[in-house]
């Protein structure tokens, strides 16, 4: 390169032009977004050369948010056609296929998040079938010796509470031009080095380990920093966005407003002062991502499927049971099984259970006949008592809205 600067030129334009015209942008903007950067000092544009690496990044973050943008309109336009209405207190049915929990040869930042999110996903499952059941019996002041279950809060806060979580620390390292994995590294193992649920290597191996509730996953470090910026430069959103194709211009949109500049007022020489937001890394990004579903679907009444591996080969037709146990005993099943059959996981509202029961209750009340049993049940004070006949001692104390039943009881009324 001239002056005996560093660069990186593109040997064949063949592959820019087509790019460029799929997306009806400037194939010579597209070349220079990939091959160097802009920096502005007093209004003027200075262009300088990227290196072999950097323009290998800018071309991974430049495919990566093309994707991501085009992903969510994608979701976002068939929510629409399938919701004409409006998705805004819409009734609807929502299937989330959650992510499995990953330990592979050699794991890294991808690997961490997916299990962060499995980390999440499962707290959120332990609190709806174990911690908010069991509430429930107490507010039914029902006999009950709670269940202990495995709390994977400790391992959620050690990847994800301020201020030295170790997507924090991450991201703090992040900001820093002199930062390396290698000072990522360091301070994970300062800030958590008496952490029970993470362990640091023997011989000052480059990577550290996570007790997660699947099991203990070791992660390389290696590349954690480039990957969490994944930094989309302005002048790359400039060019999506002055594309002639509607539908990228129409995906460009949200990644223009993220990298927006703004204006604060007048400092004491009496000039306006430009201030770029930071922008937010991968790891935010995805945090801020995996809490908003999380708000979403604390507001929705969940069922669970929980996949199983019948083996760690991929083999048809074998089943592994020692993977198959592992599997259910660090995804809480067994203890599930436990609570469900010797809890209360049965509910009805008392006008449901009078439809549903009325004939075969009716003979607790000899003097009165069927249609004037059910005549009477329709009361809440009187289906509870007759309950309370019929099957004392066995039945528990009733609320003043639902009936709790076990499955064995459920199951001698519909005999």
């Given at each position: 390169m001239p002056?005996?600067?560093?660069?990186?030129?593109?040997?064949?334009?063949?592959?820019?032009?087509?790019?460029a015209h799929l997306l009806q942008i400037s194939a010579n903007g597209l070349q220079r977004a990939l091959t160097s950067r802009i920096t502005e000092a007093r209004a003027e544009r200075v262009f300088s050369p990227l290196s072999i690496d950097q323009a290998l990044d800018a071309r991974d973050a430049f495919a990566k948010a093309?994707?991501?943008?085009?992903?969510?309109?994608?979701?976002?336009?068939?929510?629409?056609?399938?919701q004409r209405g409006g998705l805004q207190d819409a009734a609807r049915i929502s299937l989330l296929d959650i992510f499995g929990f990953?330990?592979?040869?050699?794991?890294?930042?991808?690997?961490?998040?997916?299990?962060?999110?499995?980390?999440?996903?499962?707290l959120y499952f332990n609190k709806h079938v174990f911690k908010?059941?069991?509430?429930?019996?107490?507010?039914?002041?029902?006999?009950?010796?709670?269940?202990?279950?495995?709390?994977?809060?400790?391992?959620?806060q050690l990847l994800g509470k301020k201020p030295v979580g170790i997507f924090h620390l991450l991201d703090d390292?992040?900001?820093?031009?002199?930062?390396?994995?290698?000072?990522?590294?360091?301070?994970?193992?300062?800030n958590h080095a008496l952490n029970e649920n993470y362990c640091r290597p023997r011989v000052?191996?480059?990577?550290?380990?996570?007790?997660h509730f699947a099991g203990q996953v070791w992660y390389s470090v290696d590349g954690f920093l480039d990957k969490n910026r994944d930094i989309l430069r302005p002048e790359v959103i400039e060019l999506l966005t002055s594309s002639k194709e509607p539908l990228v211009g129409a995906i460009a949109k949200p990644l223009s407003s993220q990298s927006q500049s703004r204006t604060l007022?007048?400092?004491?020489?009496?000039?306006?002062?430009?201030?770029?937001?930071?922008?937010?890394?991968?790891?935010?990004r995805f945090s801020d991502s995996l809490q908003q579903l999380l708000e979403n679907m604390s507001k929705c009444n969940p069922w669970f499927v929980r996949c199983l591996k019948p083996n760690n080969d991929k083999t048809p037709m074998r089943f592994d049971m020692p993977v198959v146990m592992e599997q259910l005993r660090n995804a809480g099943m067994l203890d599930t099984i436990k609570i469900r059959q010797s809890g209360y996981p049965i509910r009805m509202k008392f006008h449901q259970f009078v439809e549903r029961y009325s004939r075969g209750l009716s003979e607790f009340l000899p003097d009165v006949s069927s249609t004037t049993a059910v005549d009477i049940f329709k009361g809440d004070e009187a289906v509870g008592e007759v309950i309370s006949r019929a099957f004392r001692p066995t039945t528990k104390r009733l609320r003043p809205v639902n009936i709790v039943l076990s499955i064995a009881l459920c199951k001698s009324f519909q005999c």
């Open positions: 002056h005996g600067q560093e660069g990186v030129e593109v040997g064949s334009d063949v592959e820019i032009k087509w790019a093309l994707y991501a943008a085009l992903f969510n309109w994608l979701v976002s336009r068939v929510n629409s056609i399938i990953e330990n592979l040869s050699e794991n890294s930042f991808e690997q961490l998040c997916i299990n962060y999110a499995s980390e999440s996903l499962q908010l059941e069991q509430q429930e019996y107490a507010k039914e002041r029902l006999e009950w010796t709670n269940l202990a279950w495995s709390d994977n809060t400790p391992v959620i390292e992040s900001n820093f031009p002199r930062a390396s994995d290698t000072s990522f590294l360091e301070k994970c193992h300062y000052g191996g480059r990577e550290f380990a996570i007790r007022p007048k400092g004491a020489n009496g000039r306006f002062v430009t201030m770029k937001p930071r922008t937010p890394t991968v790891a935010a």
